[in-house]
């Protein structure tokens, strides 16, 4: 995996439990994305804010950088609101049936159940900070394709549990 990750200019803080916290993204370990549904190409990310890292209760923050080609397919959370702060490099932000370029200093937001999703089919990375509200870990927040919400659906009306 490409890690675009520069040295930290100061020691690593420590505090203790229940006081405010600071974070940088480049003391946080990569975010192992496995077989998360839905994330195509090849891509970073940190989870700076969450449960693990500081305690947190009910926000989410992480960094991201997409690759040219990497590309996140419709998806929307069920229990967490999202919003996207784009750093630097260039994407396209999609919801219903529009596409928006996303350029520096641009925020996206998603409220809870808005199909949404995000691309970067230009030459350089994109790099995005992403603040999920309402949740402490991200799978937590309701994560879920349109493809897998007809299936689970599906099942729920049929009465039966998947083996």
Known sequence: MRRLKPELPRAIYEFPEGQLRIVNWK????MELGNWAGLHGEM???LIVCRETTG????VVGRSVFFPGAYHDPHFHLYAEEALWCLSGK???GSGDKEYLLTPGDVQFA???EIHWLRNPFDEPLEFIWIYTGVAMPN???YCTPDLFETAMAVMKKGEIPK
Do not use: I
Not at 27 to 30: A, G, I, Q, S
């Open 91 to 93: 994407g396209v932000a």
């Open 44 to 46: 970073e990310t940190e």
């Open 140 to 142: 937590e927040s309701g």
């Open 111 to 113: 409220p809870v159940g």
């Open 27 to 30: 003391e946080v370990p990569p």
């Open 56 to 59: 947190s209760k009910m926000t």
